[in-house]
């Protein structure tokens, strides 16, 4: 939320201006000046509180709502609200990349573009420039089509091809471009072209023009709407940069994945309402247990994504049992009154120089099962001496072929596998085993699997486990059955691996 904001601070200053300037129209008289500061107060007052400025909003909300003297007394006092909050960021500047070969004119553009809360990184080169965006977060580029390396546009190529930089605020200038240079500017996706950037003046508005629309942008794209944290988009964006400046300067990141505990449960208890404020409470207690250069993300349904910059897996692990502490200690409230005691359960692992997001995502995945088999409610660390044990999956398949592809694909996803070929042989071996998923076959020896499943859910220990069924093509009459015997979920043979495994990571957060 704090880069929206600073975003937000960013779209001000055009906006201060316009303000004193209908300021100075309304004491010459001039009668569409109010007019002016009427609307320009009307936007603010929609946008103030979105980005956590209510103070404004008020603001804006007493000059739309005056007239004659009072109004301008309003306008008086919006302004000075409006100054307040651009000068009074805190914390980070909001980056803006300048690719400018020419040092004096670098410097004049920096001077016409300073304001609260900005800076500036200047590039002389394209390949100068690239290095920078992998290793800053940059709000908007500004750059001469004029480069020593290379022609400006093919930067542009570049720059709209990679995910990263393909929707950042783009702006390009040159003295004297024609209109075919333009044009193939536009077409290449720049998002101005700008003539004479010397003067300056049009340059200012423009840039503060697209990083207003880019806040607007970032607030749907990448919050979170219930919980108002960065998307999986955004934490993607700074694992990436996190990642690449720690290999250059050589600083630990620890990783985590985190997931609220028998949250169906709550939803389906408690209601909708009291699943999101679950959700709510828990960004808030995860956000704030963390550092301000660390990051939190909602990830997707009851899981959250935690970056640590610049922390050993000790300090992370601290933060994180902190956290947790905070979460069992205060239960969520339903709008009837009721309460629901909610816990979490994360996994904790040290980026490697080797990872990708992936993979460093997937070990820490794998730390979330396991503490979620050994009991919920707990952080476990790859540096834990005792490792908790690995999910165990109850796999009941008559085709020695299927069990041994499950068995394959399970192990090397870290579960333990428990096989078996006979129904009625898995049924025993259930009495005096702690399974975290069961998979079986419809049609098998000893039990049919839809008896299998009925027994299973007799069981006080399989009450809640979850049961994915295995059926032939066209035997939709057997997956009805097994949904009304206690089935979660089913995947008809012959099945895609990968399918399977985000089946079963779906099932087992849900418990």
Known sequence: MEDLRRLYRQSLQPRIAALEGARAGIRAGQPEALASAGRIAHALRG???????PEITEAARRLEESDGPEAAAALDDLVAVLHRVAAGGTGESLWILLVE????LARRLQEKLA???RDLQVAATAAEAERVLEEQAIALILMNLRLPDTDGRNLLLRLRERPRTATL???????RADATVKAECFALGADDVIDRPGEGDLLAASVSARLQRAAEMAQVSRIDPLTGLPNRAAFRDA?????????????PIALAVIDLDHFKAVNDTGGHATGDEALRRAATVIARGLRTTDLVARWGGDEFAALFVNAPLDGAALALERVRQTMQAEPVAAPDGRTFPVTLTAGLVRVGDSDTLESAFARADRLLYAGKSAGRNRIVSERDTAAPARPKILVVENDAEIGRLLRTQ?????????????????LEA???LEAALVILDRDLP???GLDLIAQLRRQVAYARVPIVMLTALGNEKAVVQGFALGADDYLVKPFSPPELLARIQRLLKRI
């Open 239 to 251: 694992f990436d940069r996190a990642w690449a400046t720690a290999l250059r300067v050589r600083f």
């Open 410 to 426: 399970l192990e090397s996803e870290g579960f333990e596998v428990v096989y078996h070929r006979d129904g009625r042989a898995a």
């Open 446 to 448: 000893g039990m049919d």
């Open 169 to 175: 605020p783009l702006l390009v200038y040159a003295d």
């Open 430 to 432: 259930s009495w005096s």
């Open 101 to 104: 070969p020419d040092p004096d």
């Open 115 to 117: 304001a609260p809360g």
């Open 47 to 53: 946008s103030g509180a979105t980005y956590g400025f």
